[in-house]
């Protein structure tokens, strides 16, 4: 996981928590958003070094 993405992740449930302890729902929804979109530039990141990968096999033959 990236340092972006673990960032958004911390900041999102950060949200999360807060937004249901004090019973506001727009931080609480986007404290959910903001985790999911840590998990997705993961999912990103991931693919990406995959295909980097893939790509220097290809040109290292």
Known sequence: MSVDSKKDAIKGK???AV?????ND???LKGKVQEAMGKAKDKVDEAVD?????VNEKTDK
Do not use: L, P, W
């Open 14 to 16: 950060t949200n999360q």
């Open 19 to 23: 937004g249901k302890a004090s019973g």
């Open 26 to 28: 727009k931080q609480e």
């Open 50 to 54: 995959k295909v980097a990968h893939k």
